[in-house]
C-alpha cells in the first residue's frame, strides 16, 4: 500500500510539473470519467467498422495521379519521401522528418513542421517542446513510444516561419498516406496550423479547442502545441481539460496503452484497456483476467472488483451489479 501511495503522489507531483499548479478551488483530476460511463460492446464494434471506411475515404483523399499509391508499407512511403522533392523546402532540409512510433498505434499525435532540432536529427518534436509534448503524452498514460508523431509538413520551413498553402498543400497527402496505414482510432492535432490544415477550416484555436471534430469518421482534438505552453503556462489548464477529453474518448474507443511495453501485462495503472491480465488498476476494459480493480468491465474473468460489468464468469466483487 504504500508503494501505491507513492505512485499516487508521484503521479500528482508529475501533473502538476506539466500542467502547473491546479487553480484555486479546484479539485485534483478524479477518476478516468470512463468509471462513470462503461463501454459497451455494440459502441466498439460501430466504431470498429465505421473506421474501416474511415481509412479508404482518407486515403481517397490522395490525388490519382500520387506516386503514394503505389507505396503499401510505412517504410516504403518513408523512402519515397527521403528521396522525392515535392516542394523548394525539400531540397534546403538537413533530414526529411517523416514521423516516430509505433506504427500500428492508436493515438496519432500531429504537429505542424520540423523546426531545427528535428530537422538535425530527422525526427518530429525532439527539441523543449518536443520534451514537454511527452511529458504531457506521460501524464494521460502513453510513452512517446506508444504513440505515432508526425507533422503536416516533412521539410523545416527556414527560420522557423509558418508553413505556406501551397507547402501544405503538397505534402498533406503523406499525412493521409501515414493514416490510412497506421489507423489510428483518434487524432490530436497540436497548434492551430496542424488542426486547420487536417480539418480543411479557418479558425482560431481558441474556436476550435475542447470538442472532438470529425476528420472522415476519425476523432480529432485540437489542443495548444506544446511550444505555445511554453511560452503562456495560462495555456497548461485548456490543455489538461482536452487532453483528459482525449483520454477518455480514446478509452472508449477501446485503444491500447502500453503498446511498447507488454501488452499482455497491465499491472497498477489508472487505466488498463484490452490487456489480457490487469492488477490493481481503477479501471480495467476489455481484459481477461482483472484482479483487484475498482472497476471492471467487459473482462472474462474479475475477481475482487468493486464494481464488475459485464463478465463472463461472475466475479468475486462488492457490489455484482450485471454479469452474464
Ligand atoms: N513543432 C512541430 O510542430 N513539430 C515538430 O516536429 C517540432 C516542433
Redesign the pocket.
Known sequence: MPDLLAEIRAAFEHQIEVYGPLLQGDTPPGPPKSRQRPLRESRVDADAAMNESAYDRIKGLIPGNSLLHMHQTLSEVEEYVRTTTLIALDETRINP?FGVGHPGADLMVI?????A??DAKG?????R??KLLTKILQAIGFEREDVY?A??LKSRPPNNRDPRTDEIQAHLPILYRQISLIRPKILLC??R??GTSLLGVKSSLAALRGTFHDFHGLPVMVTY???ALLRNPNWKRPTWDDMQLLRDRYTELGGHFGHAQNPDIAVKTGVAVKADVAVNTDVAVKTDVAVKTDVAVNTDVAVKADVAVITKSKPVSKKDKSTV
Open positions: 522528418v504537429g505542424e513542421a520540423p523546426g532540432d528535428e525526427e518530429p518534436f525532439v527539441g517542446a518536443g508523431i507533422n503536416i497540436v497548434g496550423t496542424s502545441h506544446p511550444a
